[in-house]
């Protein structure tokens, strides 16, 4: 079941379709984490008052990610766990942990497969990575950085780090790069407000012809956001100065990494066969109505070794639409508009915090 | 070293040059007139102040600093002027130093230790933007100014800077008294700060605070009694983000299993109406809020299951917890427990209790409480409503009899 949801072409599953075989698929995680993680078992009984009947996706409970912060989340014995991803914390911030065996590795990158080559095609293109080998330094736990950087990486060939081990831009290695490969067709990854720093603003002595490349990038918009970048300028900057369309923003997160959810040719981003997005209200958590902002629960039909299929994000979002997006694909559209305040709320005992 | 004075004017200022350091000579007595009809002027001033009826912590602030409630708390103190052989003088210069959230709070401290006259400098945080508190900067500033209150120009400074131990050290050693609220981290930054040897500290560590509701009492009366109790509740609660320290964390519930859920439902829906009208933080931040603090308390043993929405969450605790000092992440997420009998809180009362606000007890019960705080802890016990009221009796201290001298005289 989970490898012909894999293996149907990508984004061609109609609500109908899809919604009994995803349910099917949830409610065999959901079964086997509440057998293998006391934790899981306990919030679902909990928090989610122990619900038996589950007749569609937005009944399965859901895990906010901040959990993954403060708990050890996993339904695998120790010796199983092939690798922990962490997410990229700045110091002494808690980072979240997700441990990974090798059958839910192996789903993550074949499911991450699946999307790419929708719209990247099966060849393998030089690859031009706006970040640095020394995300991987750490063989045993690295980043979700690392390990986004290490899916897409079998998409390319002779792959070009444009920053150098400290993490300083190279402009001769991005040169060289786009010297050799000027107007071919060429991959390029990377997070986005570097691909604006690096990409974008870097200057070069001459200008190069990317209309036959592919960008991918994610990460968030919160820094271009301060530098009034949006969607649209990042879009129009990039095609004025190197004839560059076929740009994907992706939307995931670490604690599902595989469930990519892809920008479709409406600039929303679009659910894959194996993955779902459920906006929740916010004062009781029911579901909101296409249309309606909400909290964005992630469900996706990977995650295995840790409780990780259905997940309660801290950004808001909205449903734009089902099964009629302009380019033919099927499935859920929706775009993020914004965050949950992280802000804690301040009391007395609160005056003058230790630096 | 400078420091930026935000009251009696705003401007940068050396700080050994602010007002308070002017002089050793101390003008004002106890509950004198002007400084009475200085507060008196500045609660008419905020009760004017436009929109002020939508800042109820406000209105509570200028209700309590008019002449007629002063007058009465001197009546109340009248023995403190009475006794035979002792004159009551100032204490000196104060060190106050303030919380950054709970935002009138400590105005009332400074009303209290002007009103005994003595001089003040406020450590006002630098992340302290509430508009109530800048209303009040501006009017403070307006009254300053004029010719009959400038004598207080030297009573009331108001100063902001970063985290700085040497300015912090400076006024700990130039004080008479620090009044620290903040907690216990805060405290125990400050301890570090040597004051003089005779300074006094008046300390507001961390505190614990609950409620208790007589599910009986609560089930029988009408439906807009039960709605005023609500909205009472409301106030003490959610008036700062369920972050004061008044501000009840658990409410223990008294009665059978069926008057339990009968009311835990009731209060918790009449909550989540008043909330969705008249709680203004950003709901979704809330809810992740909640939902991460849930999933904590679950994984910690401490609670057993959920009643409510986002806007008023009751976290039920587990019979076997032995926390009495539980703090939720705020916003209106609420331990809550099932007691038999009014004797069951005993068990959890902790050195930390500080207010237990009350609903529907009667005498017996109410004198079972009394009982319970003669210990180590509680130091207040009020009706619904009244958790954020201040007292010059406040953490067991009388701030009247704290913030003066007594001098004996035969």
Same mark, same amino acid.
């Given at each position: 079941m989970l490898s012909e949801i894999l293996n149907i072409e990508q984004y061609a599953l109609s609500k109908a379709e899809k919604q009994p075989m995803l349910l099917d698929l949830l409610l065999q995680r959901h079964q086997w984490h509440y057998a293998q993680s006391e934790a899981y078992r306990h919030i679902h009984q909990v928090v989610f008052d122990d619900r038996l009947m589950m007749d569609s996706i937005s009944d399965l409970p859901f895990i906010p990610v901040s959990s993954f912060k403060n708990h050890e989340l996993k339904s695998i014995p120790d010796e199983e766990v092939l690798k922990v991803l962490t997410s990229s914390g700045t110091t002494g911030q808690a980072v979240s942990k997700i441990y990974l065996n090798k059958e839910t590795a192996q789903l993550q990158s074949l499911a991450l497969s699946k999307i790419i080559s929708h719209v990247m095609g099966k060849t393998r293109l030089p690859m031009l990575i706006i970040d640095s080998k020394a995300v991987f330094s750490n063989k045993q736990s690295y980043s979700a950085r690392g390990a986004g950087i290490l899916g897409l990486s079998v998409f390319g060939k002779d792959h070009t780090y444009v920053l150098d081990e400290h993490f300083e831009f190279d402009e001769e290695v991005l040169s060289a790069f786009l010297e050799k490969y000027n107007g071919q067709p060429i991959f390029i990854f990377g997070f986005t407000f570097m691909v604006w720093l690096y990409l974008f603003q870097a200057k070069t002595n001459k200008q190069y012809d990317l209309s036959k490349a592919t960008l991918i990038h994610s990460g968030g918009w919160k820094k271009l956001t301060e530098m009034a970048v949006d969607n649209a300028t990042f879009r129009k900057a990039l095609q004025d100065k190197f004839g560059l369309t076929h740009i994907y923003n992706f939307y995931g997160m670490i604690e599902q990494i595989g469930s990519v959810f892809l920008e479709n040719s409406e600039g929303y981003l679009h659910c894959p066969n194996f993955a779902d997005v459920i906006i929740r209200n916010p004062i009781d958590f029911s579901v909101q109505p296409h249309g309606e902002p909400g909290l964005v629960q992630v469900v996706s039909a990977l995650p295995q070794s840790y409780p990780g299929h259905s997940l309660l994000t801290e950004d808001i979002g909205v449903v734009m639409g089902e099964d009629d997006a302009s380019n033919g694909w099927q499935g859920k559209y929706f775009k993020i508009i914004g965050r949950a305040k992280k802000a804690e709320l301040r009391g007395c005992s609160d005056t003058f915090k230790s630096r | 070293m400078n420091v930026q004075l935000l009251s009696p004017e705003n401007k940068t200022i050396e700080l050994q040059c602010i007002p308070v350091f002017n002089g050793n000579e101390y003008m004002v007595r106890a509950f004198d007139e002007r400084t009475i009809h200085f507060f008196d002027t500045l609660a008419k001033k905020i009760l004017a102040h436009p929109g002020i009826n939508r800042l109820p912590e406000m209105v509570a602030l200028a209700f309590w600093i008019r002449k007629a409630n002063l007058n009465s708390i001197k009546e109340?103190?009248?023995?403190?002027?009475?006794?035979?052989?002792?004159?009551?003088?100032?204490?000196?210069?104060?060190?106050?130093?303030?919380?950054?959230?709970?935002?009138?709070?400590?105005?009332? +401290?400074? $009303?209290?230790? %002007?009103?005994?006259?003595?001089?003040?400098?406020?450590?006002? +945080? #630098?992340?302290?933007?509430?508009?109530?508190?800048?209303? %009040?900067?501006? =009017? =403070?500033?307006?009254?300053?100014?004029?010719? #009959?209150?400038?004598?207080?120009?030297?009573?009331?400074?108001?100063?902001?800077?970063?985290?700085?131990?040497?300015?912090? /050290?400076?006024?700990?050693?130039?004080?008479? $008294?620090?009044?620290?609220?903040?907690?216990?981290?805060?405290?125990?930054?400050?301890?570090?700060?040597?004051? *003089?040897?005779?300074?006094?500290?008046?300390?507001? $560590?961390?505190?614990? /605070? *609950?409620?208790?509701?007589?599910?009986?009492?609560?089930?029988?009366?009408? #439906?807009?009694?039960?709605?005023?109790?609500?909205?009472?509740?409301?106030?003490?609660?959610?008036?700062?983000?369920?972050?004061?320290? +008044? /501000?009840?964390?658990?409410?223990?519930?008294?009665?059978?299993?069926? *008057?339990?859920?009968?009311? =835990?439902?009731? =209060?918790a829906g009449r909550l989540s109406e008043i909330s969705k009208g008249k709680y203004e933080t950003d709901i979704s931040s809330l809810a992740s809020l909640k939902l991460n603090q849930m999933v904590d308390d679950t994984l910690a043993d401490i609670i057993t299951e959920k009643v409510g929405d986002n806007y008023s969450t009751f976290a039920l605790l587990d019979k076997d917890n032995i926390d009495k000092n539980l703090h939720s992440c705020g916003g209106g997420y609420f331990y809550a427990k099932q007691l038999l009998n009014i004797g069951e809180l005993k068990e959890m009362i902790s050195v930390k209790m500080q207010t237990i606000t009350y609903c529907g007890l009667n005498e017996n019960q109410l004198e079972a409480l009394k009982e319970m705080a003669q210990g180590e802890g509680i130091d207040r016990i009020v009706p619904i409503g009244e958790a954020l009221n201040f007292h010059y009796i406040w953490d067991g201290y009388n701030l009247l009899e704290s913030l003066s001298r007594k001098v004996f005289i035969k």
């Open positions: - | 109340e103190n009248n023995y403190l002027f009475k006794q035979t052989h002792v004159q009551l003088s100032p204490l000196g210069k104060i060190f106050h130093v303030c919380p950054a959230n709970v935002d009138t709070m400590f105005v009332y +401290s400074l $009303a209290v230790s %002007v009103l005994m006259g003595n001089k003040n400098v406020l450590r006002i +945080s #630098e992340r302290m933007d509430a508009p109530q508190i800048q209303i %009040v900067f501006q =009017l =403070l500033n307006e009254l300053l100014v004029q010719p #009959e209150f400038e004598l207080f120009q030297s009573y009331i400074n108001l100063i902001s800077y970063g985290h700085n131990d040497s300015i912090s /050290s400076y006024l700990s050693q130039k004080s008479n $008294a620090r009044i620290i609220w903040g907690g216990d981290a805060t405290i125990n930054t400050f301890r570090d700060f040597k004051p *003089a040897p005779r300074t006094r500290d008046i300390i507001f $560590a961390d505190r614990v /605070s *609950a409620a208790v509701i007589d599910c009986n009492y609560f089930n029988g009366i009408n #439906e807009s009694d039960k709605d005023f109790f609500a909205k009472k509740f409301f106030n003490d609660a959610y008036t700062f983000d369920q972050k004061g320290c +008044s /501000s009840p964390q658990t409410v223990y519930f008294i009665g059978d299993k069926i *008057a339990f859920d009968n009311c =835990l439902y009731q =209060l």
